[in-house]
């Protein structure tokens, strides 16, 4: 079965270091892949995409996602963490030709930055 | 990026009461729009996937009955959660995508549905 797993529930980290959230998948064929930012209370909001080409994408409020087709990863990172960055993180998933453009989710890891 | 609006943002209904929620993208022809439902602390769960014009396809155990879905236009889509009950007190979420897989899906501000 198709899957994609963030394996930590929660990560923790302080204002101004480096920050990681990792996401693997298990998907057969070259999947597309997302990263979405959920606020308190509100929707999903886009952060980026890796479709093809370089395998390191940038995307909105500084954050970046490294693919590895060898590790089946997308992990998520950002140089400098803000406290503002506290948020729930989702990894999603497009198997290619689905022909319905459906998401695969993953669990979701809660970002809190410390002070 | 594109804006999908949702409204209601929250609802509180009596329960045996209907309640429609709509999702509209304000921007783009949404082909595709997709309804989710959220339990606290967890991540999102497809209801149901429904393209302009054309009878919505539900996922495993959704009722189509009670969780009806219009998607009269590229614009607009509707979940109608009929004789609802607390149980299905939740978080709602809408998103919509453009025809290509390649394009990522925008998703509403989400609907916290209350049944009392």
């Known amino acids: 079965a198709q899957s994609v797993a963030q394996p930590e529930d929660q990560v923790n980290v302080a204002e101004g270091n480096p920050l990681t959230v990792k996401c693997t998948y298990s998907?057969?064929?070259?999947?597309?892949l997302f990263w979405y930012v959920q606020y308190p209370n509100r929707g999903l909001q886009f952060l980026l995409k890796y479709i093809t080409g370089d395998n390191l994408v940038k995307g909105s409020y500084g954050f970046e996602a490294e693919f590895n087709k060898s590790q089946t990863s997308f992990h998520l990172k950002k140089p400098s963490a803000l406290v503002s960055d506290s948020a729930l993180y989702f990894c999603a998933v497009r198997p290619p030709a689905s022909g319905t453009y459906k998401y695969i989710f993953g669990t979701g890891t809660r970002l809190k930055v410390l002070a | 990026g594109a804006v999908v609006s949702q409204h209601p943002s929250w609802v509180i209904c009596k329960s045996g009461t209907s309640v429609k929620i709509e999702c509209r993208s304000l921007d783009f022809q949404a082909t595709t729009m997709f309804w989710y439902r959220q339990f606290p602390k967890q991540s999102l769960m497809l209801m149901a996937t429904s393209n302009e014009g054309s009878k919505a396809t539900y996922e495993q155990g959704v009722e189509k009955d009670k969780f009806l879905i219009n998607h009269a236009s590229l614009t607009l889509s509707t979940l109608t959660v009929t004789s609802a009950h607390p149980e299905d007190s939740s978080f709602y979420i809408c998103?919509?995508?453009?025809?290509?897989?390649?394009?990522?899906?925008?998703f509403g501000q989400g609907t916290r549905l209350t049944v009392v």
């Open positions: 998907v057969s064929g070259n999947p597309y």
């Open positions: 998103s919509a995508t453009t025809g290509t897989g390649r394009t990522e899906a925008f």
